[in-house]
């Protein structure tokens, strides 16, 4: 049987971070963006339950959320998409660091 390979969890919190708040700008649907950003942060927590834990699955989705509370206040001071990277570079990091890169 083939073995299937994972997208690393830390580009999958990114993308939904990065692709809810495109899908809602660009749409002009804040709800479309908002499932975008939902359905890559549930895939994302199975993927760090399933590798991590539930601890480390919590933690991460508590970053993840306050990543997306916290883009709003931080895009007034430098912009929506340097906020939004910022916020989706930093879940990735967290992510690569507690779940990526052991393997």
Known sequence: MART???PS????????????AVARFTKKRPLGGAVLAVAGAVAAQQWRRQAGAKAAAALSVAYVAGFAGSHPLAKKVGAW?????????????????VDRRG
């Open 5 to 7: 390979r994972r997208i």
């Open 10 to 21: 830390a580009p999958l919190a990114a993308a939904g971070l990065v692709g809810g708040y």
């Open 82 to 98: 340097p906020a939004v990277f910022g916020v989706a570079g930093s879940v990735a990091l967290a992510s690569w660091v507690v």
